[in-house]
């Protein structure tokens, strides 16, 4: 029986010309054999953001097993737990399936320490804090740019309710009756994570498969590792089931099928309640804020304040260009991968092939720093040591 049938993102809900909204017309093809949401599954897969998911950390960093979970697998998850529970209760799969594969295209290197550190950045120098579900959403926005077919690089222009779930999916909560707002706010107007819920159904299935897609996995990843021993005793008396990944995501995902209506919202029982937050007491305390965990987030710290801090430097006015020819002659590949990708946001020189929105002005040197924090949250693990290793090569 698929209880939400009737409230799925569809022509019948009330809420459709909202969701369905794009910020500019998005051109046509008479033989188009794909729906809207569709096509923002297909504009995010193309884009650059995605891409660099599969050399982003999801926990652990640089794992010599080939088998251990990048940002890339994570995301993927999530696009087949949500798909899974969204199809069972009738609603929209390919809204959860565009929301899925964009939730997480706003990560850092790094991480949720590179995270940390973009924030403290952000906070110090533009005054206002970092956080990936709203940079998922500025990236969706502003920065991944794909060519139209005359050949001009625009923005990615997705629907309302997929760019609404990527900044609402915040995965890091223990409130149980997940419903949607009846609003459709100005998502520019997200002050912190977790703010709002989500304006769907869809959306606040995305945000409960994103917490079943870690928990069991952390744990599978760590014991693969020797992070954590492969007795789980404890764990295993508290929570009373078989402790694989698989079983894990199997339990909730049918205890949220089976206890949610539309009138109480998503749900889980008790019992899965309180699994999933015992699993997730044990995640942070043996994993996530384990000791062998610093001296990596140390060396994270290093390598962002260090990127940030000589690309700060370089600040002066229009005349930055000039400062950054001057330092690229020490660090060629680093400075001429940032001139590349400012170049298509700033106003400073000619805008020949683009279509997108100006987002940086050149004279206002807030925009400077918040255009480097944005560049560097693009960066991938391996790219961001890169250019560390180039800055203190001699």
């Known amino acids: ?25 998005l051109y046509n093809d008479s033989n188009d054999l794909r729906t809207c949401f569709e096509r923002d599954f297909t504009r995010i897969l193309h884009s650059n953001a995605y891409k660099r998911l599969k050399h982003k950390t999801q926990v652990f960093f640089s794992p010599e097993n080939d088998h251990i979970c990048t940002r890339i697998e994570h995301v993927n998850y999530v696009e087949s737990v949500s798909y899974t529970i969204a199809n069972h209760l009738g609603l929209n799969t390919e809204l959860t399936r565009a929301i899925s594969i964009g939730h997480d295209i706003g990560h850092a290197p790094f991480g949720h320490k590179g995270e940390k550190v973009l924030s403290e950045l952000s906070r110090e120098y533009v005054g206002i804090p970092f956080w990936h579900e709203k940079n998922g959403l500025y ?22 309710a997929t760019r609404d779930g990527i900044i609402s999916h915040c995965g890091e909560i223990d409130e149980n009756s997940i419903k949607p707002r009846d609003e459709a706010i100005d998502l ?50 508290i929570t009373g089931i078989e402790l694989s990944n698989s079983s894990i995501m199997n339990t909730l995902i049918l ?11 998503l749900v889980f029982s008790d019992k899965a309640l309180k699994l999933m937050n015992n699993i997730k007491e044990y995640n942070y305390k043996n994993i996530y804020s384990s000791d062998r965990m610093k001296p990596a987030d140390e060396y994270f710290s290093v390598v962002i304040n260090q990127i940030f801090e000589i690309l700060k ?41 683009l279509e997108n929105k100006i987002l940086y002005d050149a004279n206002n040197e807030k925009d400077y720093y918040k255009a ?23």
């Not at 205890?255 to 919202?265: A, H, I, L, Y």
Request: hydrophobic residues 30%; negative net charge; aromatic residues 14%.
């Open 139 to 160: 990236m969706a926005d502003n920065i991944e740019l794909l060519k139209d077919r005359e050949g001009y690089k625009r923005n990615l222009n997705l629907c309302y």
């Open 313 to 353: 430097n370089t600040y002066n006015g229009e005349n930055t260009i000039e400062e950054l020819e001057r330092v690229r002659k020490y660090y060629p590949k680093f400075i001429t991968r940032f001139e590349n990708w400012i170049s298509d946001y700033w106003n400073i020189g000619q805008r020949q092939g």
């Open 188 to 237: 520019e107007k997200y002050n912190y994570p977790n703010e709002y819920a989500p304006y769907t159904w869809e959306g606040c299935i995305v945000k409960i498969a994103d917490k079943i897609s870690y928990i069991g996995r952390d744990i599978e990843d760590a014991i693969d590792i020797g992070f954590i021993d492969k007795d789980l005793k404890d764990l295993h008396e």
């Open 1 to 25: 029986m698929k209880k939400f049938e009737s409230v799925a993102a569809n022509e019948n809900n009330p809420k459709w010309e909202n969701m369905i909204k794009r910020e500019e017309k």
């Open 255 to 265: 205890d949220v099928c089976e206890n949610s209506t539309v009138e109480k919202g």
């Open 372 to 394: 480097i924090i944005t560049f560097i949250s693009g960066m991938t693990d391996n790219f961001a040591i890169d250019v560390y290793n180039e800055i203190i090569r001699f």
